[in-house]
């Protein structure tokens, strides 16, 4: 698609029920990328996905979280048992290449505001 | 203390201001430099990356000084449509080939007539 897409754009919950977030990256970008912003601050990374593996998750807060990219195109990220804690505006971001050059250049979606209640 | 630390404003300016904003970052090893711009509930944007011989586009002036590990944006004739916030951001990790970055808490500002 002509942008990252994410769904949905609010989701409002209940503490310890399961959500899913979805991810639709630009056609043709093979890394993907997790991040989280809270309110005031700057986005915090999460996960980075090079096609159908990832490659880097070192900012998953706990075990909790979960992504998944099966087919190297859609990512779906997946919060177990949620906490309050875990309200904030899940933005994923899709880069053309995995190499230096391109790789910074992030697109991000719109976000998915999860609110946990 | 945070990798990368921003003065959060918010700075209100008046139209054709000159404003300028920094950023510390903490990592030396860190390889690449952007600033990014938030509206209002929206995703973040690029608006720019920071060469250590600093670059210029159009109205906006980015700074490196890998010495002081300190970066800066400079706007000049601010118009309402600069209101936003500012995020200056860093690729940490010495070398890494993607996008995992480091952003600062962003810096507010408000362009008014």
């Known amino acids: 698609g002509a942008g990252v897409s994410q769904t949905p754009s609010n989701k409002v919950t209940e503490k310890g029920k399961y959500v899913e977030l979805r991810c639709d990256p630009i056609?043709?970008?093979?890394?993907l990328y997790w991040y989280r912003q809270s309110l005031g601050q700057g986005p915090e990374f999460l996960i980075y996905?090079?096609?159908?593996?990832?490659?880097?998750d070192s900012g998953l807060p706990n075990d909790r979280f979960f992504a998944v990219r099966p087919e190297g195109s859609v990512s779906t990220l997946k919060i177990q048992r949620t906490e309050r804690g875990d309200s904030a505006v899940y933005l994923c971001?899709?880069?053309?290449?995995?190499?230096?050059?391109?790789?910074?250049?992030?697109?991000f979606g719109a976000g998915s505001r999860l609110t946990v209640l | 203390r945070k990798e990368v630390e921003q003065d959060p404003g918010p700075f209100n300016v008046p139209e054709g201001a000159t404003v300028a904003f920094n950023c510390t970052y903490s990592?030396?090893?860190?390889?690449?430099f952007f600033w990014y711009r938030q509206d209002c509930r929206k995703e973040p944007k690029l608006l720019m990356s920071?060469?250590?011989s600093g670059n210029e586009d159009g109205r906006f002036t980015a700074q490196l000084n890998r010495a002081s590990q300190y970066i800066s944006l400079l706007i000049r004739d601010s118009k309402l449509s600069d209101s936003a916030t500012y995020l200056c951001?860093?690729?940490?990790?010495?070398?890494?080939?993607?996008?995992?970055?480091?952003f600062g808490q962003g810096t507010i500002l408000t362009v008014h007539p």
């Open positions: 971001a899709s880069s053309k290449t995995g190499s230096a050059s391109g790789a910074n250049v992030l697109t």
């Open positions: 990592n030396s090893a860190s390889q690449s």
């Open positions: 996905f090079q096609g159908t593996g990832a490659a880097d």
């Open positions: 920071v060469y250590s």
């Open positions: 951001v860093v690729n940490p990790a010495g070398g890494t080939s993607y996008g995992k970055l480091t």
């Open positions: 056609s043709g970008h093979t890394a």
